[in-house]
């Protein structure tokens, strides 16, 4: 098959590797669709020691099945993959199992390329009038669903009545925007500081787009950037009493204000990709309808990867999300 294989820093190559091989329990998927997440981007630029060339990035996908019982069914993967027996697993937080494993990093090829591997357990069906290309968004959206679950549920007021915050316009943080929405908020801002990608995101329904630093004050805040200066304007704009919820994985070091965290109780909660039941709930949120159009990204062919990945480390990419999408 073909893949978008990274060979090296700044380096992808699409090129011929071998067919993945299913085992018992598993299914082959024919890639549909596949979306460049913050993550491949980190790996991109060498940033993730986690995921060392040569590898096939790629873990927001949706395809086809081919061969077996299913032959044929459309269906969006989970690409986290956990042991289903350990305390995590058992308590229905699986997100934290010790042994999880995610498609993209090693030893698991990722899905940018014409096929992927996945257990049959971690494959939810897709309806015949959803396009691939909007199903393989329940990755990346299941992020910011969990995110506002656990951040409604800590919250000590309805979402209703609360003033979110999103900052970042990417994925992740368009994501947690309409998943407030559907879970009930009608005050939402989204932080971007790109103004090409501000102007697109303002033709998005349900939030508002910013510039950083609009926002004075809110209740509810979600970081899907994760840096040291969005985990400052965090702890700076949420309310005595607020919550914030950190989804992005930018940076490590810094930004917090812990002496105002403490004085005014405002809790910080780091909240990683989300439980199976979450992105089956995410996915089912996407087929009908509650998470909006879903009109805000933009498709390019696979074997064109590399220069993806180039525009969007350059700024020039107003969409959201690239769905990188296999040569016909």
Known sequence: ?????????????????????????????????????????????????????????????????????????????????????????????????????????????????????????NLVSVPSDVPLRKAALAEPLAC??????????????????????????????????????????????VSEPNAVRRARLDQIDGFDAVAPGDVKHADLVIDGVGYAATREEATAITRPGGVIMHIGLGGGEGGLDIRRMTLQEIAFVGTYTYTAQDFRDTAAAIFDGRLGALDWTEQRPLNNGHQAFADIRAGKVAAPKIILEPNP
């Not at 090296?8 to 091989?21: C, G, I, K, M, Q």
């Not at 024919?30 to 460049?36: E, T, V």
């Not at 020691?49 to 996908?61: T, Y």
């Not at 900052?167 to 994501?175: D, K, L």
């Open 144 to 189: 910011g669903w969990h995110a506002v679950r656990l951040g409604s549920e800590i919250l000590s007021m309805p979402l209703e009545q609360a003033e979110c915050h999103v900052i970042g316009g990417g994925a992740i943080g368009v994501g947690a925007a309409l998943a407030l929405c559907a879970f009930g908020a009608t005050k939402i801002t």
């Open 1 to 121: 098959m073909k893949a978008l294989v990274y060979d090296a820093v700044e380096t992808l190559v699409y090129r011929s590797v071998p067919d993945p091989v299913v085992a018992v329990g598993q299914s082959l998927i024919r890639i549909g669709a596949s979306g460049i997440c913050g993550s491949d981007m980190h790996a991109f630029l060498g940033h993730d020691e986690r995921r060392s060339a040569p590898l096939i990035l790629g873990h927001e996908a949706a395809g086809t099945i081919i061969g077996g019982p299913k032959n044929g069914e459309r269906v969006t993967i989970n690409p986290l993959v956990s042991c289903g027996s350990c305390r995590a697993c058992k308590s229905g937080r699986d997100n934290l199992c010790p042994d999880r494993m995610i498609i993209s990093m090693p030893p698991r090829e990722g899905a940018f390329a014409e096929m992927v591997v996945m257990r049959d357990e």
